[in-house]
């Protein structure tokens, strides 16, 4: 069993940064687990954000964060990050935290089997 517990979120200004963590537990994450951040937006569906491979070679985005936001993970510290930069109003979501254990670059909220309870990200101008 995994536990993830992210944090970070909070109220910034159009174009501003924020850094969330996922702090994972109960488990350490071995080579086969693949870490995620996916958001969701009030009356939206959760959507996939960013993945990474265990060696953080490995990652994917979605085009609407491509080139503004930056995953990065710290397996000694059993951490994930998601840098994120020019912030938008439209990246206001609760995002979460997601794992599961596999050497694919899944995007799909079905492929994962861990979530954190998530973290508040709100962008004001």
């Known amino acids: 069993q995994v536990q993830l517990v992210e944090s970070g979120g909070g109220l910034v200004q159009i174009g501003g940064s924020l850094r969330l963590s996922c702090a994972a537990s109960?488990?350490?994450?071995?080579?086969?687990?693949?870490m995620a951040w996916f958001r969701q937006a009030p009356g939206k569906e959760r959507e996939f954000v960013a993945a990474i491979r265990y060696s953080g070679n490995d990652t994917a985005y979605a085009d609407s964060v491509k080139g503004r936001f930056a995953i990065s993970r710290d397996n000694a510290k059993s951490t994930v990050y998601l840098q994120m930069n020019s912030l938008k109003p439209e990246d206001t979501a609760l995002y979460y935290c997601a794992a599961v254990r596999s050497r694919l670059l899944h995007t799909r909220v079905s492929s994962y089997d861990y979530w954190g309870q998530g973290t508040q990200v709100t962008v004001r101008g």
């Open positions: 109960g488990r350490s994450l071995t080579a086969t687990y693949l």
